[in-house]
């Protein structure tokens, strides 16, 4: 203690790095290697610690009360104590053992927790993978992402045409490009129905969403359940503080399905939609829930979403080390990097190390795993029972809809019609008056 005391190395930091080997005396190098008590970290954190916890160990911690032999490798101990000493100094430490809640990190796994009638409060995150089947292109994806047809447009960076600054000086680009994130036939897809479905067994704690199509809302998820942190079209208002008017989504609709880029009717100011740009702060209705929302979290399930954004992306971390999280996407994504773990922040998903007891990738479509989720957890006949009912109802409403806008034409074109006719009746009758005063003044001919 009193080299840590004269060393510029803080104590508590001192205490958790090897000590320097003393004629090489074994009991000093197992004494080092020695945790006083269990590390927090995740066991995503290294697969190389969690391998030298003492034999017999389930939970998979990185350190152990146990000393260890001297096949201990420092490396591995070296990060697993710096991970722990970060994490405690940033306020992340808790006295709680990691509890493996699933019997094996596979999809078999995952349908035999929710079965055992312990999983109470799934919170899904989705991105724009989860829509691709409705026609709506997502951002990244090499040919068909949003991000790679905006060349015609030559902006500054691909994403410029979702920053708020580019957005205010020049909004045609994002209009131009509304149409296609803005379809006017908006049919959720088998995704969107799985998650319903969540809802309707009494599982779906809430639904936070990356995307700004409303295709939730269209499948029938309540709206207090969902949570757009990147906000939505369903409104929009004017840019001019001043004025601050807010539109419906049909006015907006309308002017995209045009082309035309909406102004201010009053102050001729550019009409924005209640989407986050690059640059605005996400609606307070995304913190204020997602605190309270994660801690009771006892199945994550994240679909279509590359979890490149921030802070949407930091959410899988959120939930407690033990709870279980799901991956339905093309490819693996949020897996956190060496720095992070180092920190003990951000140690994001973890598929393919050993210590892995509680992530899960399903590759594929999200609809196609959706699809065999719903299947394994025995409700595919719920799910398509669902989808018919629902889209039954939906096209009901389109042509509803259709004929009641047909109706208001035809309404509306009478209308005018007779107007016009009342009009034109009006004339001649003035100009008949008008004939008549005329031969009246007019003299009359000897």
């Known amino acids: 203690m009193e080299e840590a005391t004269k060393s510029s190395t803080p104590p508590e930091l001192a205490k958790l790095l090897p000590e320097p080997s003393s004629s090489g005396s074994e009991e000093n190098t197992q004494a080092t290697a020695t945790s006083t008590q269990p590390s927090q970290v995740s066991t995503n954190v290294t697969s190389s610690a969690s391998a030298s916890t003492t034999q017999g160990s389930e939970t998979g911690s990185a350190t152990s009360k146990e000393p260890r032999g001297e096949d201990t490798e420092e490396g591995g ?21 990691a509890v ?19 999983c109470k409060n799934v919170i899904a995150m989705i991105g724009a993978g989860i829509s691709t089947a409705a026609g709506i292109p997502d951002f990244r994806s090499p040919t068909s992402g949003i991000y790679s047809k905006l060349g015609k447009y030559n902006l500054p960076s691909p994403e410029a045409i979702f920053e708020i600054g580019y957005f205010r ?24 129905y799985f998650l319903r479905l969540v809802h309707e067994k009494g599982l779906l704690l809430r639904l936070y969403t990356q995307n700004i199509d409303g295709l939730e809302r269209v499948a029938g998820v309540p709206v207090e359940k969902i949570v757009e942190a990147h906000g939505t079209f369903h409104t929009s208002h004017c840019i001019n503080p001043a004025c601050n008017r807010i539109f419906t989504l049909d006015w907006l609709r309308d002017k995209i399905a045009k082309d035309i880029v909406p102004f201010c009717p009053v102050c001729s100011s550019v009409i924005k939609p209640d989407i986050v740009f690059f640059g605005e702060r996400l609606p307070e209705r995304f913190f204020e829930l997602s605190e309270e929302d994660f801690a009771r979290c006892d199945l994550l399930i994240i679909i279509g979403t590359s979890l490149q954004v921030q802070p949407f992306a930091g959410l899988v971390d959120k939930v407690h080390n033990s709870i279980p999280r799901l991956l339905i996407n093309l490819e693996k994504c949020g897996q956190g990097n060496l720095m992070s773990k180092i920190l003990g922040l951000g140690c994001g998903l973890d ?38 009912r629902e889209e039954a109802a939906r096209i009901a409403l389109v042509e509803a809809t259709a004929a009641a806008k047909l109706a208001a034409e035809e309404a509306t074109a009478a209308a005018t019609a007779a107007v016009k006719q009342q009009l034109q009746k009006q004339q001649q009758q003035k100009h008949e008056e008008e004939s008549e005063k005329k031969a009246v003044a007019a003299p009359s001919k000897p």
């Open 77 to 97: 101990d070296l990060l697993s104590n710096l991970s722990h000493y970060f994490y405690q100094k940033l306020g992340f430490d808790t006295d709680e053992e």
């Open 100 to 118: 493996h809640v699933l019997e094996e990190p596979t999809l078999d796994g995952i349908v035999r927790y929710i079965h055992g009638k312990k």
């Open 169 to 192: 000086r020049n909004p045609a680009p994002f209009y131009s490009l509304a149409r296609q994130l803005f379809p006017q036939d908006l049919k959720p897809t088998l995704s969107h």
């Open 351 to 388: 598929f393919d190390s050993e210590a892995n007891y509680r992530d899960v990738a399903l590759l594929g479509t999200c609809d196609s795993g959706c699809r065999l989720v719903a299947d394994r957890l025995g409700w595919k006949d719920d799910l398509s029972r669902l989808i018919e």
